[in-house]
């Protein structure tokens, strides 16, 4: 789910088939951008808001490749036991 605030801004909510919402989809955020452009909605860099927090997205258009920038988070620790 995208809300384009303004051309170089939109903010995204993802939900992931058998996990539900989610607090961040790098994968998501850059077809997102790609996807706001072709459709004339943004600019070329955007920063995309989600709940874990902004990634600064790129589709540079010298080499057609898709930059990210943003932080990475630690949101779970776990352990399972195997037999």
Excluded at 18 to 45: F, I, Q, S, Y
Aim: net charge negative; proline share 5%; aromatic share 8%.
């Amino acid at each position: 789910f995208v809300e384009i605030i303004s051309p170089s801004q939109l903010k995204m909510r993802v939900w992931e088939r058998g996990a539900g919402a989610t607090l961040a989809c790098g994968t998501g955020a850059c077809a997102v951008v790609v996807a706001a452009v072709l459709e004339g909605h943004a600019e070329r860099r955007c920063t995309v808001d989600l709940p874990g927090g902004p990634l600064d997205i790129e589709w540079k258009e010298e080499d057609n490749h898709v930059y990210m920038t943003g932080p990475a988070e630690v949101v779970f620790y776990g352990s399972v036991l195997l037999n």
